[in-house]
């Protein structure tokens, strides 16, 4: 490390050290803002718990009609306070669904998916799973818009339907406006799926309306099923799939939204782990459509603490008459599972975030088919994702042996090159230094790049996997050692208070994993030429910075995707470890490229020719001395 570096580490340490101590506040501001953090989590309780209570107290007494699935018959139900209300909530469920429909708006009123839970109920270990609530009551609505041709408006959200027919797996909500003028909607369940049949009929309206006017409003304030609040909202948004340019989303970043610039086969509202699809039958049209998010802000609404996003979709029926129009939908409420969104032959599963280009296509046919497979075995996975990590670094291991073979190669060589460096200190010198640097590679056999681009191949998938893990549904709810839920962040330690850009606990798996990659860091910079560029820092030091980096960055992300990295990473050490003890013995290396150098310079004329790299590195220093020359001259 050169002098000016020194300097300026030495400068930042010392900014930061007056900083903290000036700014260090007293033991009572602690404690005041220790005492702060402790109510304002309370309150958060207080407020999430009275909200669970009060919802689930209002639809327990709202449900007047329950259909079955035991048998046909339809018990009816009135609750006191029912009996002077012009609206009620009907349930109907198969073995994923229970939807509550309400007559107001003849609309969907709730939807619970019967197969999991939220993490508050998941962590109460009581041994029943209560379903987990998509939206309750009060938190959507879905209705057709008839833009009338006088300048009034119909929005079926506001007028009551009846329900013409009913069984335990269909219901029929109709409202008439006259006698000829009539709109249905038809629900439809499927035995054991997660998707229902939703059909709009509209007849009477010829004259009254312009058809390519219809539209169709869907709006939800999706509730938090995760155990980490910030990180499901962060990654919920909006997305859609057009007819002709195919998938499409709005960023997750703040408030957004999207007029339709081509007709829509789909859109979804898309959380963490579950997602909600309006799979039209003839496409949306492209008309009037949009797609928008809305973020709350912060401190705005109780819906902070237990709502992620307001969602929104206006979509174009593209109707061609209002007399007798017909429009299906295919409305799925499921999970970001792989398999289920890929048996709907859609294209669903383009909303997993498995990343972009080639990280998703390694994501796809690499890491999913293995992880697939070990899956299948019905091991924890906590043990899959182990035997997925050993399975990736043997199939990288020739990679790797590369890479140590290269690095030992520069670390032979580097007495050598210390001496080039002192052999041509100046800047005017460079270009000579480069050329009999090169001529030392070419001659020993050695390469700088070639340790680079065994690294450079394996990146991608190191990405990858940092996208794959925590998309993954297979990892929600799945605990493994002290990790209760591998895809949200594990805690050995919950702090009285909260650290910036750090949380209020303490990842194992994190510090695991920095510590492995400190020790990766140090077993690698000893191959690591001591001498840099003039000016330039050396990297070995600044590599020392990631690892610590490192504990601010994951400590709130996937635990399965920490231990991932800690297992990969401890099983590099131990492979080069082992290449270093039992495969490659550097004296035998360093006499193989002693002899190798002696064979070229005895044999000159045996010698490769010059790259076109190395003829332009000469041109070049021909260049910079006729310069001198020419400054000497003057």
């Given at each position: ?5 020194i ?23 602690i404690?005041?803002?220790?005492a ?8 958060k309780?207080?407020i999430?718990?009275?909200?669970e ?19 046909d ?7 006191p ?5 012009s ?8 073995e994923?669904l229970?939807i509550?429909?309400?007559t107001?708006?003849g ?5 619970r998916?019967?197969?999991?839970e939220?993490?508050?109920e998941y ?5 029943k799973?209560t ?19 006088d ?14 027919k ?9 409202w008439k406006k006259?006698e ?19 059909t709009?009929?509209?007849r ?5 309306v312009t058809?390519?006017?219809v ?5 939800a304030?999706?509730r938090k099923t995760?155990r980490?609040f910030s990180?499901q909202r962060?990654?919920s948004t909006?997305c ?10 709005l960023?997750e970043?703040g408030s957004k939204?999207?007029i339709a610039?081509?007709k829509?086969?789909?859109?979804a509202f ?5 997602s909600?699809f ?5 496409s ?6 949009l797609?928008q998010?809305?973020?709350y802000?912060?401190g705005s609404?109780t819906?902070?603490?237990?709502h992620l996003?307001d969602?929104?979709?206006?979509l174009?029926l593209n109707?061609?008459d209002?007399?007798?129009a017909s ?5 799925f ?8 969104l890929t ?14 280009g ?6 796809l ?8 497979v ?11 994702i182990?035997?997925?990590?050993f ?9 790797q042996?590369k ?6 190669k520069?670390k ?14 100046d800047k ?6 480069q050329?009999?640097?090169m001529?030392?590679y070419r ?10 681009v065994?690294?450079l ?5 190191l990405?990858?996997v ?16 002290w ?7 594990d805690s050995?330690y919950e702090?009285?208070?909260?650290i ?7 990842s194992?798996f ?6 492995t990659t ?12 001591q001498?840099?560029q003039p000016?330039m820092p050396?990297?070995?030091?600044i590599?020392?910075?990631f690892?610590f980096?490192?504990?601010f960055?994951f400590?709130?992300y996937?635990?399965g995707l ?6 990969s ?6 492979i ?12 035998k290396?360093k006499?193989?490229m002693?002899n190798?150098k002696?064979?070229?310079q005895a044999?000159?004329?045996k ?13 070049m ?7 001198l020359?020419?400054?000497?001259k003057?």
């Amino acid at each position: 490390m050169d002098k000016n570096t020194i300097i300026g580490l030495v400068m930042i340490g010392l900014i930061l050290s007056v900083f903290t101590i000036f700014n260090k506040p007293s033991e009572e501001e602690i404690q005041a803002e220790k005492a702060k953090l402790e109510q304002e989590a309370k309150d958060k309780t207080d407020i999430e718990e009275s909200i669970e209570a009060k919802d689930a107290t209002a639809e327990d007494n709202s449900v007047d009609i329950l259909i079955s699935e035991s048998n046909d018959s339809i018990t009816e139900t009135q609750h006191p306070e029912s009996k002077n209300v012009s609206s009620r909530i009907v349930r109907l469920e198969n073995e994923k669904l229970i939807i509550d429909f309400d007559t107001k708006g003849g609309q969907i009123a709730a939807v619970r998916l019967k197969e999991f839970e939220t993490f508050h109920e998941y962590a109460k270990k009581d041994g029943k799973v209560t379903p987990l609530a998509f939206f309750k009551k009060g938190d959507a609505t879905n209705s057709v818009i008839l833009p009338m041709l006088d300048g009034t408006e119909i929005n079926t959200a506001n007028v009551i339907f009846n329900i013409k027919k009913q069984t335990k797996d269909k219901i029929i909500f109709e409202w008439k406006k006259s006698e000829k003028e009539v709109i249905e909607f038809v629900y439809a369940f499927k035995k054991d799926a997660y998707d229902i049949d939703y059909t709009i009929n509209i007849r009477g309206f010829a004259g009254k309306v312009t058809p390519k006017n219809v539209m169709f409003n869907w709006e939800a304030s999706l509730r938090k099923t995760e155990r980490l609040f910030s990180e499901q909202r962060r990654v919920s948004t909006v997305c859609f799939e057009y007819e002709e340019e195919g998938f499409d989303w709005l960023s997750e970043m703040g408030s957004k939204e999207q007029i339709a610039e081509d007709k829509l086969d789909w859109v979804a509202f898309k959380q963490s782990y579950f997602s909600s699809f309006l799979n039209a039958e003839n496409s949306f049209g492209k008309d009037g459509s949009l797609m928008q998010i809305e973020q709350y802000e912060k401190g705005s609404h109780t819906k902070d603490w237990t709502h992620l996003k307001d969602f929104k979709a206006r979509l174009n029926l593209n109707l061609s008459d209002v007399d007798n129009a017909s429009f299906k939908i295919n409305w799925f409420f499921g999970p970001n599972d792989y398999k289920v969104l890929t048996s709907y032959d859609d294209n669903y599963e383009d909303v997993l975030n498995f990343g972009w280009g080639l990280f998703r296509w390694i994501n796809l046919y690499a890491i999913q088919p293995v992880f697939n497979v070990l899956k299948s075995f019905g091991l924890g996975m906590g043990i899959v994702i182990l035997l997925l990590t050993f399975i990736i670094k043997f199939a990288l291991m020739p990679i790797q042996w590369k890479m140590y073979v290269s690095s030992a190669k520069m670390k032979i060589l580097r007495p050598e090159l210390d001496k080039l460096t002192e052999k041509y200190p100046d800047k005017e010198d460079a270009m000579k230094k480069q050329m009999e640097t090169m001529s030392l590679y070419r001659e020993s056999g050695a390469s700088p790049l070639a340790g680079c681009v065994p690294m450079l191949i394996q990146m991608p998938i190191l990405l990858a996997v940092f996208r794959f893990f925590p998309a993954t549904f297979d990892l929600r709810q799945k605990s493994f050692l002290w990790a209760e839920d591998l895809s949200s962040y594990d805690s050995i330690y919950e702090l009285p208070f909260s650290i910036p850009f750090y949380g209020d606990h303490i990842s194992l798996f994190t510090l695991l994993m920095a510590a492995t990659t400190l020790v990766y860091t140090k077993f690698n910079s000893g191959q690591m030429p001591q001498q840099q560029q003039p000016g330039m820092p050396n990297m070995k030091y600044i590599m020392y910075f990631f690892p610590f980096m490192m504990i601010f960055f994951f400590n709130n992300y996937s635990s399965g995707l920490s231990y991932y990295y800690f297992i990969s990473t401890l099983t590099s050490i131990l492979i080069m470890i082992l290449i270093k003890k039992f495969f490659v013995d550097e004296e035998k290396l360093k006499l193989k490229m002693a002899n190798r150098k002696a064979t070229a310079q005895a044999n000159p004329k045996k010698k490769k020719g010059k790259s076109k790299f190395q003829e332009r590195l000469e041109q070049m220093q021909k260049a910079q001395q006729e310069q001198l020359k020419n400054k000497k001259k003057k």
